[in-house]
């Protein structure tokens, strides 16, 4: 089957930095993507990876090694506003979208 | 700023009732995609339509039907409302046609619906 990886919940401090992991195994690869949930609103698309290596983005970064079936979301000098659900999701051979279930990363002061 | 609008916030409704989603985008997005979002789960894709009157099935189509008469509009309808469809439903649409490229998402805010 398909599926999708990623912690549940992280916590980290105003400021620092942290890093959301995501693996993945899907019936083939088509481009994996970041979305940022805030409670109650809608997604909104942070990134998008197709080839290995880093995407960078202001404070934001995506990492992608396809041999590993495997992301990282980096955020750096964590604002409190960064406070949501990261949701990762692979396209997959069928050009579907396969949906990891949301990392939430609460921001302590 | 471009906009995926869905008509309902919060719906309670009982069992057996019928439920219309309505979702509007003003992006002239041929795409379009109705999702629900469970605690613990990754999104699931329910319907998603590629044009006008055309429509394919998700992965969870089961007890939902849905209609896009005109290119803005996608509707999700629950003929017969039951308490495992309470859920956070969420709109969606692309631009892309084609396969290649990124085909970024634009959600809508969501329509949280109970089902008593």
């Known amino acids: 089957g398909q599926n999708i990886d990623q912690p549940t919940e992280m916590t980290a401090t105003e400021g620092a930095i942290v890093q959301i992991n995501c693996t993945y195994q899907t019936s083939g690869f088509n481009g994996l993507f970041w979305y940022q949930q805030h409670a109650g609103e809608a997604p909104t698309f942070l990134s998008y990876?197709?080839l290995d290596g880093l995407e960078e983005k202001g404070r934001f970064s995506s990492f992608l090694s396809r041999s590993k079936g495997y992301s990282y979301l980096l955020l750096k000098e964590l604002q409190m506003k960064d406070s949501a659900s990261y949701l990762c999701?692979?396209?997959?051979?069928?050009?579907?979208?396969?949906w990891g279930a949301g990392t939430k990363l609460i921001i302590k002061p | 700023d471009v906009k995926v609008t869905q008509s309902s916030r919060y719906l309670v409704k009982r069992t057996g009732e019928k439920v219309f989603l309505e979702c509007v985008q003003d992006?002239?997005?041929?795409?379009m995609f109705w999702y629900r979002q469970d605690p613990g789960l990754g999104l699931r894709l329910i319907y998603f339509?590629?044009?006008?009157?055309?429509?394919e099935k998700g992965d969870i189509p089961e007890g939902y039907s849905v209609s896009r008469e005109k290119k803005e509009r996608f509707s999700l309808i629950l003929e017969s409302a039951s308490t495992n469809q309470t859920s956070m439903y969420l709109c969606?649409?692309?631009?892309?046609?084609?396969?290649?490229?990124?085909?970024?998402?634009?959600f809508g805010a969501g329509s949280r619906l109970t089902v008593l």
């Open positions: 339509s590629y044009d006008v009157k055309m429509k």
């Open positions: 992006m002239d997005h041929e795409n």
């Open positions: 969606a649409s692309s631009f892309d046609a084609s396969s290649s490229g990124a085909n970024v998402l634009t």
């Open positions: 990876n197709v």
């Open positions: 999701a692979v396209r997959d051979s069928n050009y579907q979208l396969i």
